[in-house]
């Protein structure tokens, strides 16, 4: 068994308990449906490479990022450096996150607009549901632990709770499955999920398979000011960036230095 296939497992493990802590029916009567939703395609809809930063606590093949940095001053640092969006990693096992950070980041005096991305193994409804419930504006839908129908009903639903989808992506027959669904943001992770290398190419394989109306954003394995030019002169919309900036001895610096030329 892989690590995507232990994370998923865990997921559908922790699904059982949530259900039986509070129905799915219950969660829908608790959600504020008219509540303020950011919008994350316009927000990253951009004449330059728009900057999604995530908020990742630990990673199954890296270990413990936040080394001596909390939630908090992290989320005040992408916020005054005014990144497109934030995007929160939510599972607990083997990331360590919280939904409640949604929660959590919106309180900030700082916050105003940003628009946040919930980033989890979504495999459920009910999942989706949760995310409206706790303030997220937008959620990841990874195409390779979905099948078609789930993916398309996945995409539907959310659109009718106003929440937005990255539809994310690693390979050909994913971007195939995903370009079915009426999602209008597909991310290209070039981390394969099933062994976690990473390899910038695979963005810049098939990006250009993507029709211009979608908007492309690139995942994982990007550092430096000079992926960001690769990436932008290949046609992506965005970076989803968190290892680089959450590592680095000054997050706020860091972002500066990724989104100025």
Do not use: W
């Amino acid at each position: 068994m892989n690590i995507l296939e232990k994370i998923v497992n865990e997921i559908k493990n922790d699904l059982i308990e949530k259900k039986n802590l509070l129905s799915i029916e219950s969660l829908k009567k608790n959600i504020d449906y008219d509540s303020n939703s950011f919008s994350l395609y316009d927000s990253l809809n951009n004449d330059y490479l728009s900057l999604i930063a995530e908020i990742k606590d630990t990673s199954p093949s890296k270990g413990k990022l936040m080394n001596g940095k909390n939630f908090i001053n992290l989320a005040k640092n992408y916020l005054d450096a005014n990144v497109n969006a934030i995007s929160i990693v939510t599972e607990r096992n083997f990331f360590k996150g919280s939904l409640d950070n949604i929660i959590n980041l919106k309180k900030l005096n700082e916050y105003d607009s940003t628009p946040v991305l919930r980033k989890d193994f979504i495999i459920d409804q009910y999942q989706i549901f949760e995310s409206k419930f706790y303030g997220a504006d937008a959620i990841l839908l990874i195409a390779s632990i979905l099948s078609q129908k789930q993916l398309t009903d996945f995409v539907l639903l959310a659109k009718t709770i106003n929440l937005e989808c990255l539809v994310e992506v690693h390979n050909l027959s994913e971007l195939e499955k995903a370009l079915l669904s009426d999602t209008r943001i597909i991310g290209i992770n070039n981390r394969n999920l099933n062994d976690f290398s990473v390899d910038i190419n695979t963005t810049l394989n098939l990006v250009k398979k993507i029709p211009d109306h979608i908007l492309k954003v690139s995942e994982s394995g990007i550092f430096t000011r000079e992926h960001i030019s690769v990436l932008e002169n290949a046609g992506c919309n965005a970076a989803l960036i968190g290892e680089a900036i959450i590592t680095s001895d000054d997050p706020y610096k860091k972002i500066i230095e990724l989104t100025n030329d």
